[in-house]
C-alpha cells in the first residue's frame, strides 16, 4: 500500500493529495512495526514453552510451573492483539489509497488489504488458542472483547478491499 501512495504521489492526480500523504505517514511506521512483532512473537512463544518445560515432580513446582504458564499465554496473546490492531489500522490507512490511489497500482492496494485481512484474522487464530488455554477469568474476558472487536473491524474494513477491486476494472 505505502508503494502505491508513493507512485500516486508523482501523478498528476489526485490534485490534493493530503489523505495519500497521512496514508504514507501512517503506514511507514506500521510496516516497522510489523517486522518487530515478528520477534515479539517468537519470545512469547519462546516463553510458553519454557513454563512448560518447568519441573512439576513436587506440589510447589507444579504451583510455580502453572503460574508461569498462564502468564505466558496471557502474554503470547498480547503480541498477535497488536499484530491484528496493527494490520486493521493499516488497513484503514489504506482506505485513502483504495480510492485516490494510480489506478494503474489500484490491484496492489486490494492485494494489500487482503494481506491485512488475512494478517488481523490469523492473529485472532492465536489468539484464540491462548483463550482456551487461560483460566484466569479477567484474561478471558478481555482477550473475547479483543476477538469480537477484530471480528467486528474485519468487517468494517472490508469496504477497503471492496473499493480497490472496484477500480480494478
Given amino acids: 500500500m505505502a508503494m502505491v ?3 500516486t504521489m508523482g501523478k498528476k492526480k ?12 501512517l503506514l511507514g511506521p506500521m510496516r516497522e ?3 518487530a512483532l515478528i520477534d515479539e512473537d517468537a519470545a512469547a512463544f ?6 512448560f518445560r518447568m519441573p512439576k515432580e513436587e506440589e510447589g513446582e507444579r504451583e510455580a510451573r ?7 499465554t496471557i502474554g503470547a496473546a498480547s503480541v498477535p492483539m497488536e499484530t491484528a490492531r496493527t494490520a486493521l489500522a493499516a488497513l484503514e490507512a489504506g482506505e485513502a489509497l483504495a480510492e485516490w490511489g ?18 488481523a484474522r490469523s492473529a485472532a487464530y492465536n489468539i484464540q488458542i491462548n483463550v482456551a488455554g487461560m483460566e484466569d477469568p479477567e ?7 479483543v476477538l469480537a472487536e477484530i471480528d467486528a473491524r474485519l468487517r ?12 480494478i476494472g
Fill in 5 to 7: 501512495g508513493e507512485i
Fill in 14 to 25: 489526485p490534485e490534493d493529495k493530503t489523505a495519500i500523504e497521512e496514508a504514507l505517514k
Fill in 33 to 35: 512495526r510489523f517486522v
Fill in 46 to 51: 519462546e516463553k510458553v514453552m519454557a513454563a
Fill in 66 to 72: 502453572k503460574a508461569a504458564v498462564e502468564e505466558a
Fill in 102 to 119: 494510480a489506478k494503474s497500482a489500484v490491484s496492489d492496494v486490494a492485494c494489500g488489504a487482503l494481506c491485512l485481512e488475512a494478517a
Fill in 139 to 145: 484474561a478471558r474476558a478481555l482477550y473475547e472483547g
Fill in 156 to 167: 468494517e474494513l472490508s469496504r477497503v478491499r471492496d473499493k480497490a477491486e472496484s477500480r
